[in-house]
């Protein structure tokens, strides 16, 4: 076994080659057997590399493991210095990793690389990040046309392919964490995570997977730059994401800017798991294939088995592009699986300069496969599309029989949807969907057509655009009248939009609860932060609703309370709203540290 702690550095650190770190070049511990461990340590002088693998504590660290247990293990680290390279991989803790956990790690310098940048690591495999935060800026300075790297706010990279998945399941996992500081960069960045390549092994069949949990962004992404359609797959939590990662309870307050495929959680995304509990706050612009969660959503396999599912999302960002823009998802191509929407809310605005704006999804191109759903979902946000295709759940739905010539129908299900919103545009603006079509790929192809599913859907008719469920339908089209009620707005009650949704107090293990009685709220964000009880020594715990989903930190009660400042648990950009008489006991004053405020 080999430990280092209780270690520093303060001097400036420069090298030509690679594997150059502020308290260790590379950690190489590939032998079985060999452990290792660094804890306690910080660096504050400058890092250097010419030729990437740059971290404020570690180069590199490169590690074996045949279990779940990588034998590097990173405690208690922190860099405040700037750390810079020329090349790819670099990080302000460490440069690149392998079989590592990292536990309780902090950046606070500023991180500027080639490709794989990152605020705690440039790129990762096989390993842990959790309980760690970034507040510096990165940067990437890749001005290339396509990239397979990318930069974020604590990992650049995380790559899990090819030979080097060695065991039956090889993961990659990051908990707890969350991100502060400014992204900025041309391809494949993110608030947590720039890049995601999880392909498994062609000749071993073993599997890479993937999972961040309880990740959140603050940090605005490519903020102040003057964007174009260069800038590609530019999300809040993730800027590309390839191969099997998933992503649950994760949020984003950042504003994102980027060209195509850009959105509030993930901007591109082509993978065959579920993202559940997951919102956005901040505004979010692009030119095509922009959405508040996900900007171009892609489910493409001929294993009909797979499915590709989004349930609980929410989304409070105003959203700006060109071309395919949402207020969920801005493009959404499906073929050869299943796939469901499930469970969203959005209630930004929603505004292209061109075609196809909705306010769940801006384009549905379905082809090839046999049901896709969007069920229990609302839309109250205001959508304009300046030229055709405007809907306040679709904008475009086009349906496509081409891949899978078995099938003689193509299916959209709209499963107890509302929409609320102003609808507006050129041509064909629908209160539900702006314009669907079939389209055959051979005209021999008789026989076939392509169904929307209506059951239980209510659109506002009093509004702009509004008075009419859907803007154009073609002949080929079917189904569309069964189940679809317009109204007045007015006469849309909340317990109308959201009945059969699922919908409880926080704590009960439903998905939603509703604010006020309108706003749904997911119940995923403050189930821990509210959840103790010996917090309040006076008031009835019941009557107290705690959160929103743009501030988890609201409270809202029917009488005086009294809470316990050192039982609430704040630990960083903590905000406290109270709707009634509020005594605090135990209040240490305003900690501009950790930014609790009242």
């Not at 303060?10 to 590379?26: D, R």
């Not at 536990?103 to 096989?126: C, F, H, P, T």
């Not at 992404?221 to 800038?231: A, C, L």
């Amino acid at each position: 076994e080999m430990s280092i702690t209780n270690s520093s550095n303060s001097g400036a650190v420069t090298g030509n080659g690679e594997y150059i770190g502020g308290i260790i070049g590379q950690i190489n511990a590939k032998q079985s057997g060999t452990l290792v461990k660094v804890s306690n340590s910080e660096n504050t002088g400058k890092v250097y590399g010419k030729n990437g693998y740059v971290g404020g504590i570690a180069g590199a660290a490169e590690g074996y493991s045949l279990t779940d247990t990588p034998n590097i293990n990173i405690t208690n680290i922190k860099n405040e210095g700037e750390i810079t390279s020329s090349n790819n991989d670099v990080g302000g803790c460490l440069g690149s990793f392998n079989e590592v956990y990292i536990e309780n790690s902090e950046n606070v310098g500023d991180v500027k690389g080639l490709n794989s940048v990152g605020g705690i690591a440039g790129s990762m495999g096989i390993g842990t990040i959790t309980k760690s935060v970034n507040s510096g800026t990165v940067t990437s300075t890749y001005t290339g046309a396509s990239s397979d790297y990318g930069s974020g706010g604590i990992v650049g990279s995380i790559l899990l392919s090819g030979s080097g998945l060695i065991k039956d399941i090889n993961k990659a996992n990051i908990s707890e964490t969350y991100n502060k500081g400014a992204v900025n960069g041309r391809k494949n960045t993110g608030g947590i995570v720039g890049y995601t390549n999880i392909l498994d092994n062609p000749v071993s069949g073993n599997k890479g997977q993937a999972f961040l949990k309880e990740v959140f962004n603050t940090g605005d992404i490519n903020y102040g730059t003057i964007v174009d359609s260069s800038y590609e797959n530019i999300g809040g939590i993730i800027g590309r994401l390839w191969g099997e990662c998933s992503i649950n309870d994760a949020y984003n307050l950042g504003n994102v800017s980027g060209g195509e495929s850009v959105g509030g959680i993930c901007g591109y995304y082509n993978a065959f798991t579920e993202i559940k509990n997951i919102y956005n706050m901040g505004n979010i612009n692009g030119t095509e294939s922009v959405g508040g969660i996900i900007g171009a959503y892609y489910g493409l396999s001929t294993n009909t088995e797979r499915k590709v599912a989004i349930d609980g999302a929410y989304n409070g960002g105003q959203v700006r592009g060109t071309t395919e823009i949402g207020g969920i998802i801005g493009y959404m191509e499906i073929n050869g699986v299943q796939s469901v929407v499930n469970n969203t809310y959005n209630d930004g605005m929603i505004a292209a300069t061109g075609d196809n704006a909705g306010g769940i999804i801006g384009y549905a191109y379905m082809f090839g496969t046999p049901v896709n759903q969007i069920k229990n979902s609302h839309n109250a946000g205001n959508v304009s599309a300046a030229g055709d295709n405007a809907g306040g759940i679709i904008g475009y739905n086009h349906m496509y029989s081409k891949y899978h010539p078995t099938y003689s129908e193509i299916k959209v299900e709209l499963d107890t949807v509302s929409n609320v919103g102003i609808v507006s545009g050129n041509s064909n603006i629908g209160g539900l969907v702006g314009k669907s079509d079939f389209e055959l790929e051979y005209t021999s192809m008789t026989g076939r057509n392509g169904t929307l599913d209506i059951k239980n859907a209510e659109y506002a008719t009093d509004i702009t655009g509004g008075a009419q469920a859907f803007g154009s339908v073609d002949s080929h089209v079917s189904g569309l009248d069964t189940q679809v009620t317009g109204k007045v707005i007015a006469n849309i009650a909340a317990k109308d939009k959201f009945s059969g949704w699922d919908i409880g107090a926080a704590g009960s293990g439903s998905t939603w609860r509703t604010y006020n009685g309108t706003t749904p709220i997911l119940n995923a964000f403050i189930s821990d932060l509210f959840g103790k009880d010996n917090a309040i020594t006076s008031g009835n715990y019941n009557d107290i609703q705690w959160g929103t989903a743009a501030n988890p930190f609201l409270v809202q009660a029917a009488q005086d309370i009294v809470l316990d400042w050192n039982k609430l648990g704040f630990t960083d950009q903590n905000y406290l709203d109270v709707g009634v008489n509020l005594t605090i006991n135990n209040f240490h004053g305003l900690n501009t540290d950790n930014n609790n405020w009242l």
